[in-house]
């Protein structure tokens, strides 16, 4: 009889469950229909893996191999090291792959999420970057224009603002219309490590350009830069995309020129 790994057996629990018949599934899976047959038996019986229900050969010694994995501090884990001192100290006669199975079931990784959501208060968060459009038809002929897109990161509101160029004069006039649209400034402005703004360097080595770090200081917003690539755990961070951003140092409400506090979201 064909052995089937676990994902076939849900497969065919599944397909059973909704009416497929065993010849079907076992075209599907590629096994003879006894095969279905056996497993779907078992499956309604209620059967379990026999294997599932054993203890595992190293649990008894749980105590020694916590003491063990205290002893490494932060050093890395070494299952084969522990192996041979379970054998060497407490006479552990099993496999390396039992010590194995016993650590995955008593010590499991942590789970990692490609995305993280973070959520920022109204008014705390904007950002912003460029985006380049070839070949614009404008009053009939093809021009190449940027669009400069400014979101807030609590409400999603978006201004976007199209210019000719990305030079400092471009950039900060692009700013000030934004912030006019979205009817203020906030706390702070992410970037994406755009040169313009951005001197030297990304991510929080990045050195903002002095023009626009004086911009920011005369409107009272603080200018974040997104880390340097890869940043695939956190997922995207741009102002056209997503909420992973981190959160950002101030949460003060949003400023106008009056210094008057304004809603933006």
Not at 22 to 43: D, F, I, N
Not at 114 to 121: G, L, Q, S, Y
Not at 123 to 150: C, N, P, T, Y
Request: hydrophobic share 40%; proline share 5%.
């Amino acid at each position: 009889m064909t052995r089937l790994d676990r994902e076939a057996r849900v497969a065919i629990e599944a397909l059973v469950s909704r009416g497929t018949s065993k010849a079907a599934v076992a075209r599907l899976l590629g096994v003879s229909e006894s095969t279905v047959r056996y497993h779907a038996g078992r499956m309604s019986a209620g059967a379990l893996d026999g294997r599932g229900g054993k203890a595992f050969k190293a649990a008894p010694l749980a105590e020694a191999i916590g003491h063990w994995r205290e002893a490494q501090a932060d050093a890395a884990i070494n299952l084969a090291g522990l192996h041979e001192w379970l054998a060497a100290e407490h006479g552990y006669d099993g496999s390396l792959r039992s010590v194995q199975r016993f650590w995955a079931k008593r010590y499991p990784a942590p789970a990692i999420r490609a995305r993280r959501r973070v959520e920022t208060p109204p008014g705390a968060q904007a950002q912003a970057d460029w985006a380049h459009f070839a070949d614009v038809i404008v009053g009939g002929e093809a021009r190449s224009l940027v669009a400069f897109k400014m979101v807030l990161s609590h409400s999603r509101k978006d201004a976007i603002v199209w210019s000719e160029g990305k030079d400092m004069l471009a950039w900060l006039g692009c700013h000030s219309e934004a912030f006019r649209r979205l009817g203020g400034v906030p706390a702070t402005v992410r970037i994406d490590n755009e040169k313009t703004a951005v001197s030297k360097g990304a991510g929080a080595w990045g050195v903002i350009n002095p023009s626009y770090r004086r911009y920011a200081t005369t409107l009272r917003f603080h200018v974040g830069c997104v880390p340097a690539a890869p940043a695939a755990v956190q997922g995207q961070d741009r102002a056209s995309g997503a909420r992973s951003t981190p959160r950002p140092r101030s949460s003060r409400p949003a400023l106008v020129r009056s210094g008057r506090p304004a809603a933006l979201d």
